[in-house]
């Protein structure tokens, strides 16, 4: 018996689920009807709901299925017997099978339109104050969205006797070898490439996950696109880095533009790709960037966007939505490296930032210094904690920005925010789930001007927006 009291609208919460079951290995044949928040296909199979990576709205296809949950159905696409007129060649091979590039058979016309309208799905969830009333602005592209990625992350693996370097398979941890990669900054492919020829070449042990033994886990080429200074990060799984001498003179010898080799420590098996312990290992321990005309130093776990040509879109959107006067004393929470507050100070009165990591919060203070600016501080700590004691201080904000990670704002900083409630506010999002749920309290106190999205990452679902508050 099939149920029809229930919502599909995110996917997964029903009322009563749809009483249906399907074997791993059958085919099914049905039509796309949308995408999901992950680009995926959605379609149905007897009013269940089945995600299809890589099929697209209107198409009708075959499909596997590789798993049978209560409320939905994971599948692979098969086979498309009408494909959609939205479709077209992926640049990589692979497109299909790792992540990050889960759009790449999408008309860039269209996933523009899709990533607007992620945000409207959202904001129909959560439903804030007044969310059908918000201009949700046409999202902002690039004009050649590929090439663009300025740092690779990618897996060390050996495949038989021969390392390989990449990205895991879609829900697995199968590396894939990614010998190209159009989405990234072309430096970065070429400097990968030829580390991991150095690494076979040298018959350094790459790390075994399921024997929990090895030595590199994961090398981080990271290209600084103004000046094309690039850092290497070997991750490893104890401090012992075997034949590094050898491995450090080819590297220098044969990539002039490699300026920083670092190596973190990240023993055991774990989700995470960082460790906590970084050791300086040639060359410089930072590389220079350029943003907004301002030079900012990047030590290897520090944070930047991973297109900086959209970032600047990016902060000059936010930076419009503000509309400074030049004299307000601004707050710059999760502050990283200081991009934001550095590139907006010479518009304000006073910058303060924040970051929990002290090392960001150093190259924040140490990129003010560099860049001549004299009106911007940053602390470490908690942005809920510093707020209130520079306001007992007599430190009064009138500009508040803040650029949280993907699990949105804590709820104690929102409470922080309706307290303080600064007039001028911004909130740069790259989770428009996040944001929907943080709209609901924040619209207790502040009304939504408009919703902008920028396009930061191509080819892929992740969507990043501004919202211009007004104070109530």
């Keep these: 018996m099939i149920h029809s009291n229930y919502s599909d609208k995110d996917g997964f919460m029903y009322k009563n689920k749809p009483e249906v079951h399907v074997e791993q290995g059958e085919q099914l044949k049905l039509t796309i009807k949308r995408l999901g928040i992950n680009g995926e296909g959605i379609g149905y199979y007897e009013r269940k709901l089945v995600f299809v990576p890589g099929a697209l709205p209107t198409e009708r296809v075959i499909v596997n299925v590789v798993e049978d949950m209560s409320n939905f159905i994971r599948a692979e696409l098969?086979?498309?017997?009408?494909?959609?007129?939205?479709?077209?060649?992926?640049?990589?091979?692979?497109?299909n099978d790792v992540g990050g590039f889960e759009l790449e058979n999408l008309a860039y016309a269209?996933?523009?339109?899709?990533?607007?309208?992620?945000?409207?799905?959202?904001?129909?969830?959560?439903?804030?104050?007044?969310?059908?009333?918000y201009k949700l602005l046409p999202t902002i592209g690039m004009d050649d969205p590929v090439h663009y990625r300025n740092k690779a992350t990618f897996q060390i693996r050996n495949d038989g006797d021969k390392i390989i370097a990449g990205l895991y398979k879609h829900r697995s941890h199968t590396v894939v070898d990614l010998k190209t990669a159009a989405l990234q900054y072309p430096l970065t492919i070429k400097v990968m490439r030829a580390v991991v020829a150095m690494i076979d070449d040298l018959k350094i042990p790459a790390y075994d996950e399921e024997k929990n033994a090895g030595i590199i886990k994961t090398v981080v080429v990271r290209a600084a696109t103004a000046t094309d200074e690039v850092q290497v990060t070997f991750i490893t799984q104890s401090k012992k880095l075997l034949k590094k001498h050898q491995l450090l003179e080819r590297i220098a010898a044969e990539l002039p533009e490699v300026v920083s080799v670092m190596q973190n420590v990240n023993p055991g098996k774990t989700p995470m790709v960082w460790g906590d312990e970084t050791l300086h290992l040639a060359g410089k321990d930072k590389i220079t960037e350029v943003l907004n005309g301002l030079k900012f130093d990047l030590s290897a776990r520090?944070?930047?966007?991973?297109?900086?040509?959209?970032?600047?879109?990016?902060?000059?959107?936010?930076?419009k939505a503000l509309e400074l006067t030049g004299k307000e004393k601004l707050i710059d929470a999760y502050s990283g490296v200081g991009t934001i507050?550095?590139?907006?100070?010479?518009?304000v009165r006073e910058v303060r930032g924040m970051d929990t990591i002290k090392d960001a919060v150093d190259d924040a203070n140490s990129n003010a210094m560099k860049?001549?600016?004299?009106?911007?501080?940053?602390?470490?700590?908690?942005?809920?904690?510093?707020?209130?004691?520079?306001?007992d201080a007599g430190w009064n904000p009138t500009a508040?920005?803040?650029?949280?990670?993907?699990?949105?704002l804590a709820d104690s900083l929102l409470d922080t925010i309706l307290n303080v409630a600064p007039k001028k506010f911004v909130y740069i999002s790259c989770n428009p789930s996040t944001l929907a749920r943080d709209l609901v309290k924040l619209t207790r106190k502040y009304n939504v001007d408009y919703i902008q999205s920028v396009d930061l990452m191509p080819q892929t679902s992740r969507c990043e927006c501004v919202v211009k508050f007004n104070k109530k």
């Design 78 to 95: 098969v086979e498309i017997l009408t494909k959609s007129a939205d479709r077209i060649d992926p640049v990589d091979d692979y497109a």
């Design 371 to 391: 860049n001549g600016i004299m009106n911007a501080i940053y602390e470490t700590g908690e942005a809920e904690k510093l707020i209130p004691e520079w306001i």
């Design 110 to 133: 269209k996933q523009l339109e899709f990533k607007r309208d992620v945000i409207s799905d959202s904001l129909e969830k959560y439903q804030p104050a007044g969310y059908r009333k």
């Design 400 to 408: 508040l920005i803040v650029d949280p990670p993907r699990t949105g």
């Design 302 to 319: 520090a944070f930047l966007q991973v297109n900086p040509q959209m970032t600047e879109v990016l902060y000059k959107e936010a930076f």
């Design 341 to 347: 507050g550095l590139s907006v100070a010479n518009q």
